[in-house]
Antibody
Framework: EVQLVQSGAEVKKPGESLKISCKGSGYSFTTYGIGWVRQMPGKGLEWMGIIYPGDSDTRYSPSFQGQVTISSDKSINTAYLQWSSLKASDTAVYYC????????????WGQGTLVTVSS | QSVLTQPPSVSGAPGQRVTISCTGSSSNIGTGYDVHWYQQLPGTAPKLLIYGNINRPSGVPDRFSGSKSGTSASLAITGLQAEDEADYYCQSYDSSLSVVFGGGTKLTVL
């Protein structure tokens, strides 16, 4: 079974750094891109960017360029999303999802990681 | 403001048919990029419902169908059931080289 399992919920203070993870299993991790999607409380889905673990090629949405860093470690089938200095407005659920091989669809999705940033 | 436009809400009685529209532009859907649909049940991660405009992943009931024409796409749900109550999102790709989502539509089963 193809599966993405994300790291657990985080509570951080403004200005702190954070790295959350997404571990893939049940498929060849280097063959498919892993995307990240933000969902702020009560809001819709926002595309953040994608990494192709095979060659680490990374593409960011213009809205998130410079705000986050996407990386991966193919030796442990894991993708990461990190912040160097969190803001209260980063409070959201973050999902990772695998990009389809033919279509630009996302399937499956991780269970989501809730990040709460509060002083 | 989402790049793809969806109605904020739709509703229908059990057994009825509802449709959810997704309107884009000449830089995304109108260019020929495919449209995909996701269902997000309360408190859960989104799930792929339709991919490549019309295709259903294994396990998705044939009550769900997708279509695309010009700069728009639609998701139709027939034989509405209580368990279909969820948020639905369309997604495509844009010539700005980014994935784009609709703002989401809340389906209420009356």
């Amino acid at each position: 079974e193809v599966q993405l399992v994300q790291s657990g919920a985080e509570v951080k203070k403004p200005g702190e750094s954070l790295k959350i993870s997404c571990k893939g299993s049940g498929y060849s991790f280097t063959t498919y891109g892993i995307g990240w999607v933000r969902q702020m409380p009560g809001k819709g889905l926002e595309w953040m960017g994608i990494i192709y673990p095979g060659d680490s090629d990374t593409r960011y949405s213009p809205s998130f360029q410079g705000q986050v860093t996407i990386s991966s470690d193919k030796s442990i089938n894991t993708a990461y999303l990190q912040w160097s200095s969190l803001k209260a407005s980063d409070t959201a659920v973050y999902y990772c999802a695998r990009r389809g091989d033919t279509f630009w669809s996302l399937d499956p999705w991780g269970q989501g990681t809730l990040v709460t940033v509060s002083s | 403001q989402s790049v793809l436009t969806q109605p904020p809400s739709v509703s229908g009685a059990p057994g009825q048919r509802v449709t959810i529209s997704c309107t884009g532009s000449s830089s995304n859907i109108g260019t020929g990029y495919d449209v995909h649909w996701y269902q997000q049940l309360p408190g859960t991660a989104p799930k792929l419902l339709i991919y490549g405009n019309i295709n259903r992943p294994s396990g998705v009931p044939d009550r769900f169908s997708g279509s695309k024409s010009g700069t728009s796409a639609s998701l139709a749900i027939t034989g509405l059931q209580a368990e279909d109550e969820a948020d639905y999102y369309c997604q495509s790709y844009d010539s700005s080289l980014s994935v784009v989502f609709g703002g989401g539509t809340k389906l209420t089963v009356l």
